[in-house]
C-alpha cells in the first residue's frame, strides 16, 4: 500500500497535518509520500499511488485543492482519493461529487490508517460524520517534508529573523461561536495531546534549526493546566526559544494570573479572535466577551509586557459605514496599529456549511443568503447597505496594493477612506503614532 498525504496551503507553515498522519501510516507499515503543494510544484509521479489524501484544514486550502483533485483524477482514474480535516467533513457533499471516496473529519488519523489497511486494500468509502475518536497520539514525522526555513518565518521587534516551527497542544475547542469552522466538526469538545509527545515534536523542531514555534491550538487555554506545563516544560528544556500562543479574551480575562507566566517562558505575541468592538456584534457571535473585557486585556497585556496580536472580522451583515470608522479609531486609541495586521481589516464573514450562524432567524442575520456556491464554499451574502460592501472592497484594494507597506501607512490609508464614507475629518494621527517600535510577527499573516 503506497499513500500520498497533500497539502495545498497551511498559512505558510510547514504541515502538521501531513506530519502526524504520516507517523501513524509508516508505523503500521504503509509507505508514504508527502507533497506540499504551497513549496513544492506538482510532481505527476508523486500521486502515482493507491490512495491520494489531502488536508482540508481550512477554507483557502480547500478551494486549492479543487482543481488539483481533479487533474490527479485524470491523471490516475484508478487512485482512491480521501480528503481530511475541519473543512472536508464541512464541506462532504462537494467532496463526493468530485469523486473523493473518503471523507474524514477532525480527529482523522487512526481512520486513515484504517481506510489505507483495509482487507483488500482501501476500505469502502468512509465519511466522517458523529465520528470523534479519542486517539494516542503519536509524534509527527517530519521526514520528506520542505525544511523549516522554507516556511513563514518571525521577525522580532529588533528586525532579527527566526525559523518557526508549529505543534499543537490540543485540538477543537470546548467554545461554540458562531460563525466559526471549529465547532460543526468539534461540537464544543477538544482533546489534549500528551506533553511528551508535544515536547517531543517542539525538540524534533529546535534540532531542525527551529527558534520559535507557533502553538496552532484553536484556543490555548482551553486546558489551562495543561498549556501551562507545556510551556513550563519548553522554556526549561529550550531556553531562548520562543513561541506564540492564540487564546480568546475571555481566557486571557479569566487567567490574567497565567499571562505573566506566558512572557516570562518566551512567548512573543498572543494571537487574539477580537472580531468586532460592537457588543450587538459580538453577541450573534456568541464570542464571550464584550468591548470593555477587549479593552481590559489590552490594558492587562501592555502593563506587563505581553502583545497582543488580535483579530478581526471588521465586515458583517451587521457592519455600518460609521461601525467601521468606529472600529479603525478604537484601534488607534488603543495604540493597536502596529499589532493588527492590515489583512484583518480588510476580512468578510465567511458563512460555510454547517455553521451556526445558519441556526439565526433572518431578521437576527440581517441578510439573505443566497444559495450554497460550490465554488466559494460558502452561503453568499451582500451587505444590505451597498456602500459597506464598497467599502469592503477599496480596503481590501489598498492592503493588497499595499503588501510591502508598514502596517501604520497602511493604517493611515484606510482611515482616510473609512473616514470620507462618514464625512469625518480626516484627521492627521500625531508623528509619534508612526514611529513606535514594530512588535514580532509572522511574515504570513492570513487567518481564514
Ligand atoms: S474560541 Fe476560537 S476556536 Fe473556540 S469556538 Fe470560538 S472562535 Fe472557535
Known sequence: MRVTLVATYELGRQPFGLASPAAWLREAGIHVTTIDLSREPFRPAAFDTDLVAFHLPMHTATRLAVPVIRRVQALYPTATLCCYGLYAQLNEPVLRDLGVEHVLGGEFEQALVEVATADGGVAAGRSAHGDLPRLRFRVPERRGLPSLARYASLRTATGDCRVVGYTEASRGCKHRCRHCPVVPVYEGRFRAVPRDVVLADVRAQVEAGARHITFGDPDFFNGIGHAVAIVEACASEFP?????????????????????????TGCLFVVTAVESI?????SRLDKGHTRADVEAVVDRCRQIGLTLAPTFIPFTPWTTLAGYHELLRTIDALDLVEQVA???????????????LLELEEQHLGVTLDP????????????????????????????????????????????????????????????GARDRATVAYLNEPWYC
Open 240 to 264: 531562548g526559544l520562543s513561541y506564540d500562543v492564540t487564546i480568546k479574551v475571555e481566557h486571557l480575562r479569566r487567567h490574567d494570573g497565567e499571562l505573566t507566566t506566558l512572557r516570562d
Open 372 to 431: 450554497f456556491d460550490a465554488r466559494r464554499l460558502v452561503y453568499p451574502w451582500r451587505h444590505p447597505d451597498s456602500r459597506v460592501d464598497r467599502l469592503q472592497e477599496m480596503v481590501t484594494e489598498v492592503v493588497g496594493r499595499r503588501l510591502t507597506a508598514s502596517r501604520s501607512a497602511v493604517f493611515d490609508e484606510l482611515l482616510a477612506l473609512a473616514s470620507e464614507r462618514v464625512g469625518a475629518p480626516v484627521a492627521p494621527r500625531p508623528a
Open 342 to 356: 492590515p489583512i484583518q481589516l480588510t476580512l468578510r464573514l465567511l458563512i460555510q456549511r454547517g455553521s451556526r
Open 278 to 282: 460592537d457588543d450587538a456584534v459580538l
